[in-house]
């Protein structure tokens, strides 16, 4: 069962494994299967023999041709971060397609053994998903019962774009004990204006998108100094790629995050 809610049965295991996205690349290395992957989608850079994959594309656009001269017996791609115009030309070849768009920290090791079967590879995958469990199980009896903080995570500033309770990261601020504001909103990656920012009046801004060596993605908040995060210094900026992707490393980047908003708890008051 894939995170579409749709069922796969392969006559064998994989062999030929297209990645199209990188989460699904570090999820496919993971789970042992990186011998079978023939290919994957630019981005794909961990582990590290992941840089040698034949490119087909990225994200949002596919080579066809490319995917279709490679041979694959399995596909693996973001059920909503590619766009749907292209899975409908995937869907058109005939070829399997496992959906991974874990929206839970539990279903990325879910991912992993239901990836683990497709490759043959269970033994790995279920070691891998048990470290994992174990890693989350950690972090949620560290920080349980800890004081809300309430944060505000920006995907993007042009337009001002953050996540609600329903996204992975989602799932990963409920872990470290942070309080999202937008967390009921009905969009995944919602729209939010600058005065609802302001009148939540986080206790932090989290960020992991841009390459902070190049821009500072959180410059322009220092600007309003009567934000608590402001006034403290708890603009937090992240490792993007361990939060950005939907694949095992986001419990490195949990706890990161976890022991952040630890720090913003003991500067201020209860």
Not at 87 to 116: D, M, N
Not at 227 to 245: E, F, T
């Amino acid at each position: 069962m894939d995170d579409a809610g749709q069922q796969l049965t392969l006559a064998q295991p994989a062999r030929r494994v297209i990645s199209l996205a990188p989460h699904a690349t570090e999820l496919l290395y993971a789970a042992g299967g990186g011998k079978q992957v023939v290919g994957a989608v630019e981005y794909s850079d961990f582990p590290a023999e992941a840089r040698q994959l034949p490119r087909v594309g990225d994200n949002r656009s596919f080579d066809l041709e490319r995917i279709t001269a490679l041979k694959p017996d399995l596909l693996v791609v973001w059920q909503h971060g590619n766009a749907e115009h292209q899975l409908q030309k995937l869907r058109q070849l005939g070829l399997p397609i496992f959906y991974s768009e874990p929206r839970q920290l539990e279903q990325v090791a879910t991912s992993l053994e239901r990836l683990g079967t497709l490759l043959g590879t269970e033994r790995q995958a279920h070691q891998a998903a048990q470290q994992y469990r174990q890693q989350v199980q950690t972090l949620r009896q560290r920080y349980r019962g800890a004081r809300p903080v309430r944060l505000f995570y920006q995907v993007w500033d042009k337009p001002l774009m953050t996540l609600n309770g329903s996204h992975l990261v989602g799932d990963v601020i409920r872990l470290c004990g942070g309080d999202n504001p937008f967390a009921r909103l009905p969009a995944l990656a919602p729209t939010v204006s600058l005065e609802a920012v302001l009148a939540s009046a986080p206790e932090a801004i989290v960020s992991a998108s841009g390459d902070s060596r190049q821009r500072d993605p959180l410059q322009a908040w220092r600007h309003f100094q009567s934000l608590p995060a402001v006034q403290r210094g708890n603009l937090i900026l992240l490792d993007a790629d361990k939060m950005s992707r939907l694949g095992p490393r986001i419990i490195d980047g949990a706890e990161e995050l976890c022991q952040k908003l630890q720090k913003v708890r003991q500067q201020t008051p209860q």
